[in-house]
């Protein structure tokens, strides 16, 4: 469909597909452990510029003598099929970045806001952020060790977390719960679409 | 330019790989995937050290644009100048660009998804 025309190019007959999964959440809540648990590569970060100004991302050159500053992003790769990739795209932990997370969540699947109840404040702004979003959004509780244990009900209550976005625990160390998490975020895409397509559900998250 | 060395190091100037320019011919999603062939990897030699670079990942296995940052050390938005050249010139074709619209589409790439997952 988007093949360049060229037949140089044109040996993979195949069209491959890629999804996205963005796992977002506050600086040091585990993002990048989350995405090395189950990604088939060490997690690899790609860096974008902006400037002093956080405007222009990228686009550094166009305001010379500005300070430029690195947004970096962790991110893992899972190759289902020979047509088929799905990435997972940490988000920049500082709430100063938030114009790059409108570019990650361009296209996703959905995302997974992962929480560490130690920090649970921490989880506000980003929350904050998707609830202002057209994106499926689960809350995943980081179980650290010696970390607080709550009830999920208490934790939704205390982020007033609305009541048809899920919630789950997990262990971003470990693959088959981060698998779980992830199941749960294209499960909570997929009834999003559902209900949309029969016009009964809020489209627009909050 | 007179300024004092810079710690970012290899961030410095990072669009005199691109010649200055900034915008992509094309904008490339960071997730859209890239393929090179191997008639393209030859071409690629005469396209400059950071092409040939990109179409030798490229031919190796599909690789996303995010990726490509990642293993030529190139920021992103450079990376993408070179990507969107290289999709004009040729040298990649490119997938996965335009994102599922309609509903039968989009549920069919859920459920493809989440059926890769369940078999991890």
């Keep these: ?22 796992v977002a959440g506050g600086f040091g809540v585990g993002k990048t452990t989350l995405v090395g648990a189950v990604s088939e590569i060490e997690p690899l970060t790609t860096e974008a510029l902006m400037t002093s100004a956080g405007q222009g991302v990228d686009d550094a050159s166009k305001v010379p003598g500005k300070e430029t500053t690195t947004v970096a992003m962790d991110f893992g790769r899972i190759t289902m099929a020979d047509d088929l990739i799905l990435y997972l795209f940490g988000t920049p932990g500082q709430t100063r970045f938030w114009f ?36 499926p959004y689960i809350v995943a509780l980081n179980c650290f060790d010696n970390a607080p244990r709550y009830e999920p009900d208490e934790v939704r209550e205390a982020l007033a977390i609305p009541p048809h976005v899920p919630l789950v625990m997990c262990d971003a160390r470990h693959r088959e719960s981060v698998k779980a998490v992830l199941v749960q975020v294209v499960e909570h895409a997929m009834a999003t679409l559902v209900a949309e397509q029969s016009g009964g559900y809020p489209a627009v998250v909050g | 330019m007179g300024q004092p060395q810079d710690p970012r190091g290899n961030l410095v100037r990072p669009y005199a790989v691109t010649r200055g320019r900034t915008e992509p011919r ?38 996303s644009l995010a990726e490509l940052s990642a293993l030529t050390r190139l920021p992103l938005g450079v990376a993408r100048v070179l990507v969107a050249d290289m999709v004009a010139d040729g040298l990649l074709s490119l997938h996965s660009a335009a994102p599922k619209k309609g509903f039968t589409e989009r549920m069919d790439l859920l459920e493809r998804v989440l059926s890769g997952l369940r078999k991890l």
């Design chain 1, 100 to 135: 790059m997370w409108d570019e990650l969540i361009r296209g996703a699947v959905g995302a997974a806001v992962l929480v560490d109840t130690r920090r649970i404040a921490d989880a506000f702004a980003p929350l904050d952020y998707f609830e202002n979003r057209h994106l």
């Design chain 1, 1 to 22: 469909m988007d093949f360049a025309s060229s037949e140089r190019a044109g040996a993979q007959p195949k069209e491959i597909t890629s999804a996205k999964i963005v």
């Design chain 2, 26 to 63: 094309r904008d490339i999603p960071i997730e859209a995937v890239l393929v090179a062939s191997q008639a393209a990897v030859q071409e690629a030699r005469f396209a400059g050290h950071d092409k040939y670079r990109i179409a030798v990942l490229c031919e190796a296995k599909p690789q």
